[in-house]
Structures are given as C-alpha cells and as structure tokens.
C-alpha cells in the first residue's frame, strides 16, 4: 500500500466534524467578550493615587443656588468653586476609600436621606419652603436621583446636587 494510499484510509477512518460546529465555537468566544465588555461597562472608575478628577456640585434650597462652600483641605475637595476636586494622595484616600461622604465631611456639608444641613441651618423632610410647599431632600448624580448617595465614588465630570425641596 502506497504512503497515499495510507493517508487517504486515515482520512475516511476519522469521524467528520459537522460544518456548524467552527459557529458553534465563534458563537460561544463572541458571547463570552462581549458579556466581558458589559460586565466591565457597568463597575465605576476608582481614582488612584496621582489621578486628578472633577465632578461639578451645587446646593439648591426650596429652589435657589446656595454660594458656593468654603474651601477645604484634604484629597477631596472643594476651592470654593462648587467642584469636588478628587486627587488622591496616598491609598488610604484612594479607590473605594474616595467617596462622596468622605467629601461631605471635609467640606462640613451635612447630608442624609431626610435632612441637609448647610450654612448653620438644617432642612428636614416636612419642612416648609418660603412659598408654602413641603419640601424634602434628595441627591441628583447625574440628573437621577440616589438613596446611596454616601458610599458613591464621584466620576470625572459627574454633575452632583444636593436639594431640599418640593
């Protein structure tokens, strides 16, 4: 039996594999990056040290701007600009440490799901505004509001307001 002869029985003898089976493989890879890409899409950027980022705020009251904050100190905060300044220093203020409560405490803004304390004074859900209306506090990141507000790692360029309000 000649070498050709050989290899061309060793070809038959070996079990074909179906046409679809390459798609079925092409498929799979396909799904498995993109499921990569929308995974990853969704988890928000932590600052790291040397990082410099901003995210715009404003305090609104019964539907006027407060002026801006004092300035503060610390690797979030405020020139008194109305722009959170994220520039970590060190790790301990880095990456999930760099949260918007972090930022509140430096900047001695008061904020909870029913109460805002700014300029000395304190807004509680229920209170009146001047024109008669209830109000109550809610946090807009982004133009959505935001119960978990606190634990929220401001992005770059993020858009931030506190209100009390009707």
């Not at 390459?22 to 040397?50: D, M």
């Not at 990082?51 to 690797?75: M, N, Q």
């Not at 905060?77 to 930022?103: C, M, Q, W, Y």
């Not at 300029?119 to 209306?133: F, I």
Request: charged letters at 20%; a positive charge.
């Amino acid at each position: 039996m000649s070498r050709q002869q050989r290899r061309a029985r060793t070809r038959r003898q070996q079990p074909k594999r179906p046409a679809y089976v390459p798609w079925i493989i092409a498929a799979a890879v396909t799904a498995a990056v993109v499921g990569l890409f929308v995974y990853l899409g969704g988890q928000p950027l932590t600052p790291k040290v040397g990082d410099h980022w901003h995210a715009g705020f404003k305090v609104i009251i019964c539907g006027e701007r407060t002026p801006p904050l004092p300035a503060s100190a610390g690797d979030l905060h405020s020139h008194s600009d109305d722009v959170v300044h994220i520039h970590p220093n060190r790790p301990e203020t880095a990456g999930k440490n760099a949260t918007l409560e972090v930022f509140l405490q430096l900047v001695g803004l008061r904020v909870a799901p029913t109460s805002l304390e700014v300029g000395g004074k304190t807004y509680t859900n229920g209170d009146k505004c001047p024109d008669g209306r209830t109000g109550r506090v809610s946090v807009l990141i982004n133009g959505k509001e935001r119960t978990d507000f606190l634990g929220y790692i401001p992005q770059d360029r993020d858009q931030i307001e506190f209100r009390f309000g009707p």
